[in-house]
């Protein structure tokens, strides 16, 4: 059917296609965020195996885990965010969970974090953070 040498470049072509798409399909390297406190102005985030809480001034918010970060540090994680007000919560007061997107970096043993609300797109803040720092939080009173 084929010649000797038309075998010897289609398997060669065939050869060197293999080990392009395997150069080209590298698997991204992921890996978990610590567990622990990470703060900054206005904001502190207690991150859990599985999960983190966040406390801003005037609002909380939960990321749902884990927490995985990319070889060179980013992220994008989804949760909620909840605006709080002040006084007491009234009865029948509906909830305002709103999905949110957290994305950002880590580099060493900072962060920096950006809030955007799900449904509209709304950039709420950016906030640098660094870790074991507690965080200074204004709650609404």
Known sequence: MFSSNARTVLLSLG???LISASAVSKPRRV???ATGLWGGPHIRIDVEARSASIDYDCASGTINGPLTIDSKGRFTWRGTHHREHAGPIRENEQGN????TY???VKGDRM???VK???TNE???TYAL???AFGRVVKCK
Do not use: Y
């Open 15 to 17: 050869l060197v296609l």
């Open 31 to 33: 890996q978990r965020l």
């Open 97 to 100: 969970n709103r999905p949110a």
């Open 103 to 105: 994305s950002g970096s």
């Open 112 to 114: 920096t974090l950006t």
């Open 117 to 119: 609300l799900s449904d």
């Open 123 to 125: 950039v709420l803040e």
């Open 130 to 132: 660094k870790r074991g």
